[in-house]
């Protein structure tokens, strides 16, 4: 279930971020029906191209996980944003974002995951601004790519992760309310960004998975986890 929270706990990620006095949290671990390809109607606006396809997976995961399924042929993308757009990294507003997922069949697939400007289908390699992990091509590297975006400029770190079919990652990052996003992977500090910071705009969580090859390809969420301070 998808829910924002006006007042939460205070941010916390793996390092503490932040000891304030609440934060904005939102969380979905696609427990129920939330799902939608109608602008403004559900918890996520879903586009899917060429036969491309989005649910959440009962019966055969634990827990609550989101499916994005590409139709079959090169190029096929499908997509997932949450409505609304409540995060703006900011001076003096620290962030924490975390996710587990995991991609079917690696070597076949590109993906994003993290927050992205609402209304943009184009995540993997056409967004303006975004915070997250991003793998532009299996066919070529299953490394994934942290990336911050401003303005259609990016910065990119290694997550140092080799993806394997169907494995789950999970994956962080934490904007210090400064200058810095600290990465994270399985809990482990990566490294940091310190350019491009997307501070101008203001973000939704975002997924979406494109295909690389001629055959459909899935991206399975657990969960996302994104808190600020208010």
């Known amino acids: 279930m998808a829910r924002y929270f006006a007042d939460g706990d205070p941010v916390v990620g793996p390092e503490q971020i932040t000891t304030g006095a609440g ?13 939608s390809a ?20 009962e019966g055969t995961l634990a827990g609550g ?15 997932a944003q949450a409505n609304g757009a409540a995060f703006l990294l900011a001076q003096g507003k620290q962030l924490y974002m975390e996710t587990s997922l995991y991609i079917a ?15 943009d289908d184009q995540l993997v390699d056409g967004a303006t601004d975004l915070l997250g992990i991003r793998m532009l091509d299996g066919t070529a590297s299953v490394v994934p790519n942290f990336v911050s975006e401003k303005n259609s400029t990016e910065t990119t770190l290694s997550t140092g992760v080799t993806l394997a079919d169907s494995t789950a990652v999970k994956f ?10 600290t990465c994270y992977a ?7 960004i310190t350019t491009n910071i997307c501070d101008d705009a203001s973000l939704t969580p975002s997924f979406e998975v494109l295909a690389k090859h001629g055959s459909a390809q899935s991206l399975y ?9 208010r």
Request: aromatic content about 12%; glycine content about 12%.
């Open 23 to 35: 934060a904005v949290v939102f969380f979905d671990d696609f427990t129920r029906a939330g799902l």
């Open 38 to 57: 109608t602008t403004d109607v559900s918890d996520w606006d879903c586009l899917g191209t060429n036969s491309g396809t989005f649910t959440l997976d």
């Open 65 to 79: 996980w989101m499916k994005l399924t590409t139709g079959d042929t090169i190029g096929n993308e499908t997509s």
């Open 105 to 119: 069949d690696v070597d076949r697939a590109a993906f994003f995951a993290g927050i992205g400007i609402p209304g």
């Open 172 to 181: 962080g990052m934490a904007w210090d309310g400064v200058s810095t996003v």
């Open 186 to 192: 399985n809990n482990e500090r990566v490294g940091t």
């Open 221 to 229: 969420v657990d969960y996302i986890l994104v808190r600020q301070e």
